[in-house]
């Protein structure tokens, strides 16, 4: 008669914690409200409110700004309970959640899965918020470009311009560009308003002058230089001890090019002083500067000079998308994995792709990318993830592949070990001889136990450096000779760069842009692999390498 029903007090405490988290979310204790929630989260309890709990442990857990936490637990959710009713509502926490974390890609993906057209105006208002707290324009636009259909994006980052104290010319193309782009109207009313552009003055003696002028804008930090700190940024000295040696080579050649070097980090600044230099003002190729906020400011002025400018490392081809006198050393992402699938087509005809990507920026740009083009062609992505390089970690999450195989795997990484650990793999789900595209950072190329995937391995590099060739040996000893230590890639770089348009400018000059569109200069004497500006401004050749049983070499 005394005792009382066991399981019926464990459901009067279960539903008490319940209640009690709920009321918890209302009052803003959302500390307290995981801690009476998250017991009725094990599998070992069943309630009729399971799914609840679920829930509201991560929106709690949510505006506790632990969004780890949160997400955790509405992928457990989405486990357990895949149909419950209120899935929309989890969706739209998880998109919650990726933008919270700068997901932008893995936001839009959750907002997706929301049929329901109610979600749209509360989907539009919070990336709204995420998008307020970005920072500076250069950070915004770098955003629009990774995602260039989000019309959301597009809106607040021309409101953004619009409410800028001195938007620059491009900012205002920009910003234009977008309106027509999206057929914006009430939504930017605001007209933008240029400031003014400092304007170069012509030179009558350009071309009879009998040199050329190089501005060199790059972040030497020169403050490190001089305090004999480590330098952060060896790889600005790299570059231009191979710009010495490309410059005695011209001159050998009968070119004269004098070399100007200005010291440009990432503030606009130190940039709107050297516009204002005469001796800057004098130049007829500007290289760099590199940081985007001073790279729109130089552009701005070249766009009404006559002179080029050329961007030695980006791969973005936003930079050239309304410039005429604008180019890009590199092939930009979109043609590589352009490039990519068209030779992974050839080699592998199904339809099926799983594409890895590992954890910075760009490898998860490429990856997305290379995916958008594939689908493009009529491929499927039977698996897409973000990974580590840890090889027992692999193990655990790569797909079995029991009832669909893939045809290839795209690997974009850029910890040198992901690429053996991954084709390790492969072999024990039984794919021994399945083609794998991956960025040559997944792997380290220097290391001969690479070859043994040579069959079936085809790496992206846009700037192979093939150890053999006679003018690779040449150039490393005058750089020893010079600076007393061996090049880099980037002293490769700086080399054939100044070289090829220093050869450019003096058998061009004033039409320098006709002259690139006549024909590519596959190697030729040097070092890397080329040039090739016949049909963009960005570097167009190819940079997709094989192993042709002896060394690498490019698919040409």
Excluded: C
């Amino acid at each position: 008669m005394g005792f009382v029903n066991s399981s019926l007090a464990q459901k009067v405490t279960y539903d008490s914690r319940f209640k009690t988290g709920v009321e918890d979310i209302k009052l803003g204790r959302f500390a307290h409200s995981m801690e009476m929630l998250l017991p009725l989260t094990s599998t070992t309890i069943a309630t009729s409110y399971s799914e609840y709990a679920h829930y509201y442990y991560a929106l709690s857990a949510y505006q506790s700004k632990k969004y780890k936490e949160s997400r955790q637990m509405l992928l457990q959710l989405v486990n357990r309970f895949p149909n419950w009713n209120k899935i929309n509502d989890v969706n739209y926490l998880l998109g919650a959640n990726s933008l919270a974390t700068n997901q932008w890609r893995e936001s839009a993906q959750y907002f997706q899965k929301i049929k329901d057209s109610s979600f749209s105006k509360d989907i539009q208002s919070l990336k709204t918020h995420y998008l307020a707290t970005i920072p500076d324009l250069s950070t915004f636009i770098s955003l629009q470009k990774q995602y260039p259909d989000d019309r959301d994006i597009a809106v607040e980052l021309i409101k953004f311009i619009q409410k800028s104290p001195r938007p620059t010319a491009t900012d205002v193309y920009y910003a234009d560009q977008l309106v027509k782009q999206f057929k914006l109207g009430k939504e930017v009313e605001t007209k933008v308003e240029e400031r003014p552009r400092q304007v170069a003055a012509k030179r009558d003696n350009q071309w009879t002058k009998g040199y050329f002028n190089v501005s060199v804008l790059l972040p030497f930090r020169l403050e490190e230089y001089l305090t004999s700190k480590r330098r952060s940024n060896q790889f600005a000295y790299d570059y231009y001890q191979g710009l010495l040696i490309a410059k005695a080579k011209l001159k050998s050649e009968g070119i004269d090019v004098r070399l100007w070097a200005y010291d440009v980090s990432n503030e606009t600044k130190a940039m709107s002083l050297i516009l204002g230099d005469p001796s800057f003002q004098q130049s007829d190729l500007v290289i760099g500067p590199l940081y985007q906020a001073p790279f729109e400011l130089a552009a701005d002025y070249v766009a009404d000079a006559n002179m080029i400018m050329l961007n030695p490392l980006s791969t973005d081809q936003g930079l050239i998308r309304n410039s005429s006198n604008i180019y890009l050393a590199h092939p930009s992402i979109s043609f590589q994995v352009q490039k990519a699938a068209q030779w992974m087509k050839t080699i592998s005809p199904g339809g099926n792709a799983a594409v890895y990507y590992g954890n910075t920026p760009k490898d998860s740009i490429m990856a997305f990318a290379y995916s958008n083009e594939l689908k493009s062609r009529g491929n499927k992505i039977i698996e897409m993830m973000k990974i580590h390089s840890d090889r027992e970690w692999l193990e655990s999450k790569i797909s079995l592949f029991q009832t669909q195989k893939p045809s290839h795997v795209a690997l974009f990484s850029s910890e040198a070990g992901t690429g053996s650990n991954l084709i390790e793999v492969l072999a024990s789900r039984k794919l021994p001889s399945v083609p794998v595209l991956a960025t040559s950072a997944s792997f380290n190329l220097q290391q001969s136990r690479l070859n043994r995937y040579g069959a079936r391995l085809f790496l992206i590099e846009t700037d192979y450096v093939d150890r053999e060739k006679e003018q690779i040996r040449q150039f490393q000893k005058e750089y020893w000779n010079l600076a007393n230590s061996f090049p880099t890639v980037y002293s490769y770089q700086a080399y054939d760069q100044l070289l090829f348009f220093g050869r450019m400018l003096f058998k061009y000059k004033d039409r320098l842009g006709k002259g690139l569109e006549m024909r590519r200069y596959d190697e030729e004497d040097y070092l890397l692999s080329g040039f090739d500006y016949t049909k963009s401004h960005e570097n167009q050749i190819p940079s997709i390498l094989r192993f042709n049983g002896a060394k690498w070499e490019l698919v040409k």
